[in-house]
């Protein structure tokens, strides 16, 4: 059982020890990383993705529950405590949606049954539908997106959870990120999305390759955070109207 | 000397992830020295001598460059022992995927780039299957269950493999893999064989000699100091 991880900074880009000494994560958590592009939020991610020991540019450590983690719980695809929603828009393998998905179920050791439930919590995420024959390579990025995080929801079933800017592509974030963060994981999102940052406990600020600080979401943000959900719900209505073909006569902006 | 030899496609990043490794093992103590084998062109010394491991460059030309890496691993031996060096990395070019330079107790390193596409693994042939340790780089350029995916095709292939997903820009992996070429053992080419025969071709190696010994070699042979001579009746 995962308990609760810990990174404890390393050096920003220019080899400063980071502000931020040490950071704990504990089950059932949502943090935010937020900060401009290049201040090394991915980094961040991907640093807890392979539960670094030093051996990253940033020389940051994780552990896990306090401890270092064995270099087969680093490695070992059915062990693996991370999965990860990276911001790759498109998939390189050349193969169908069905192989891809059984084979990465294979790997997880999850049933092949999966298969059917990915492709269609997928489709409830994105606008075109998804089929079990199409070419990965083919679809879009928005698809690519939906089903990537499908496949991270179901089939990499992990108590960590990585999100690298999951606003991307146009899917419908909310419920994508209702299906990845679920009950009693530990979850960090990267975002430029002020609904996103503010709907987290906490947001790790980034900054020059660095954790800057560490913010929480205080009682006032939780209520803007409302507020803005509501003109989130507002432009997602407007976009869905424009897809279709019709005509904005009217929008409502009193929240 | 101990002797590391590494194969893997071009562009893999072979190079990117030595410099790593080798910046570990100098700061480990133990002395290293390297042999690129390519067969136009590079400037992968220049990279080498950076970190300040001496380097050899052997050019193949118009000879298959692994064949010209296999005969010539006498002299890099006596090169690198005339450096001081207690551990030889060759790296060799990467061309086709019939050969696998390995010889049986040399430390075999593959390095395959997880952008190629899950199949690569099932393609590349001998120099994965026999390779002591797969490392996979470029992990970061693709979605994590791919990189999954990618590196249970390697396990298809040689399940004994010990597997590293090493970063060739930022260095992680890489000192894992310094560890490994620290557990390398001492060679002897006196009886040291390949793990894997060479493929068709025009002299002794081609077909099927897998002795390395030069005494054993019949045929054209070109040596690493430029000469060449025609061994045989």
């Known amino acids: ?255 | 000397m101990r002797m590391v030899i590494v194969a893997g496609t071009p562009g893999s990043g072979k190079t990117a992830v030595l410099i790593h490794a080798l910046q570990s093992i100098n700061e480990m103590g133990l002395k290293s020295a390297v042999v690129k084998i390519d067969c136009l062109y590079t400037d992968d010394d220049r990279k080498f001598a950076k970190i300040g491991v001496p380097t050899k460059v052997g050019l193949s030309m118009d000879m298959c460059p692994d064949h010209y890496a296999i005969y010539n691993l006498e002299e890099m031996i006596d090169w690198a022992g005339e450096n001081q060096a207690e551990l030889l990395v060759v790296e060799t070019a990467g061309l086709c995927h019939r050969c696998a330079p390995f010889t049986v107790n040399s430390l075999g390193v593959c390095v395959i780039d997880a952008t190629s596409g899950p199949n690569t693994p099932l393609k590349v042939g001998p120099f994965l299957s026999t390779a002591d340790i797969a490392v996979i780089t470029k992990g970061d350029m693709i979605s994590q269950a791919e990189r999954e995916i990618f590196r249970e095709r390697i396990l298809e292939v040689n399940p004994e493999c010990k597997i590293i997903e090493a970063n060739g820009l930022s260095g992680q992996g890489c000192a894992e893999l310094a560890d490994e070429f620290m557990k390398s053992q001492e060679v002897s080419l006196d009886q040291e064989k390949l793990r894997h025969s060479a493929p068709l071709a025009v002299c002794t190696l081609c077909v099927g000699e897998t002795r390395v010994n030069k005494k054993h070699h019949r045929g054209i042979l070109r040596r690493i100091d430029g000469f060449q001579s025609y061994e045989g009746e």
Not at chain 1, 33 to 57: A, H, N
Not at chain 1, 138 to 161: E, H, K
Not at chain 1, 231 to 239: A, E, K, N, P, V
């Open chain 1, 1 to 255: 059982m995962i308990e609760e991880i810990t990174i404890i900074g390393g050096f920003d880009k220019q080899e400063n020890p980071e502000p931020v000494k040490k950071v704990i994560i504990k089950k059932g958590e949502i943090f935010g990383v937020v900060g401009p592009t290049g201040s090394g939020k991915s980094s961040l991610i991907g640093d807890i993705e392979q539960l670094s020991q030093e051996d990253t540019f940033s020389k940051r450590k994780i552990l896990v529950n306090g401890e270092e983690p064995s270099y087969e719980d680093r490695t070992n695809p059915r062990k693996k405590m991370v999965a990860q929603l990276s911001q790759n828009m498109n998939f390189l393998a050349d193969m169908t949606v069905g192989d891809f998905l059984s084979l990465h179920a294979k790997c997880r050791g999850a049933h092949s049954k999966c298969v059917n439930a990915v492709i269609e919590l997928a489709n409830t995420l994105t606008g075109e539908p998804i089929k079990k024959e199409h070419d990965l390579t083919i679809l879009s990025g928005g698809q690519s997106r939906a089903l990537m995080v499908a496949d991270v929801a179901i089939i990499s079933n992990s108590p960590i959870v990585l999100i690298d800017e999951l606003e991307n592509a146009g899917i419908r974030k909310h419920d994508a990120l209702k299906a990845l963060a679920g009950h009693g994981k530990i979850v960090m999102v990267v975002t430029h999305d002020p609904v996103l940052a503010l709907m987290t406990d906490k947001r790790i600020v980034m900054k020059n390759g660095g954790m800057q600080a560490i913010v929480g979401t205080n009682d006032k943000e939780k209520d803007l955070s409302k507020k803005l959900n509501k003109i989130d719900g507002l432009m997602l209505s407007l976009r869905d109207k424009v897809r279709n073909g019709e005509v904005i006569d009217n929008v409502d902006v009193k929240i």
